[in-house]
């Protein structure tokens, strides 16, 4: 439950770094994944064990610092860690008894949105941006296989399509499929368009 920050030193090749700082998360939250804001001054880390997203403001000279965290499940509101918010419940299982984790986070180029990949709900929650990036905001929670399909359990997400990033696919494990979603280029929620056998 502790992120790292380390600064690059020797040009780009990975063999130098040197630590800037670290900020303690939430017990049990369960860091997994992590994307960058365009402007490079604020990371966007997903929980997989609390279902949170957690905005981190990042500094080259100070320790990183927990701006604000929001659950990325249906009806999660704000999370814990972030200025005495009380902390969001997780689910322990979805129907079925599968686990509710959340996998995957990736931030749009426009810095406007994330996206982050939820199993277990099968979901991808997207996240508007306010604040220059500072607040994360959820506005959908988008089905990731097609009506009736069996568990899709979506493992990854990327962006693509274009520099208007006009695509998002997601890898659905247990279906083994992909998922091509559309995204609106005003709400930036995505809809299926097709999925395709891997």
């Not at 030193?9 to 994944?33: F, I, K, N, Q």
């Not at 959340?102 to 929650?125: N, Q």
């Amino acid at each position: 439950d502790l992120l790292l920050q380390y600064e690059v030193t020797d040009g780009g090749d990975g063999s130098r770094v040197r630590l800037v700082g670290s900020v303690r998360l939430p017990a049990g939250a369960g860091p997994r994944h992590a994307a960058m804001h365009p402007s490079q001054q604020y990371a966007y880390v997903l929980c997989e064990l609390d279902n949170n997203l957690v905005v981190v403001s990042l500094r080259r000279d100070a320790p990183p610092s927990i701006v604000t965290s929001t659950s990325v499940l249906p009806g999660g509101g704000e999370g814990g860690g972030a200025k005495g918010k009380k902390k969001a419940a997780a689910p322990a299982a979805a129907k079925g008894g599968h686990p509710v984790n959340a996998s995957a986070v990736r931030c749009s180029a426009d810095g406007r949105f994330v996206y982050a990949a939820v199993r277990g709900l099968d979901i991808v929650t997207t996240l508007r941006l306010d604040g220059g990036g500072k607040k994360a905001v959820a506005v959908a929670h988008t089905f990731t296989g097609e009506e009736g399909s069996l568990r899709n359990t979506p493992r990854d997400i990327v962006l693509t399509g274009g520099a208007d990033e006009s695509l998002l696919l997601v890898a659905n494990q247990d279906t083994n499929t992909i998922g091509v979603f559309t995204r609106d280029g005003e709400t930036g929620v995505p809809k299926l368009s097709k999925t395709v056998d891997c």
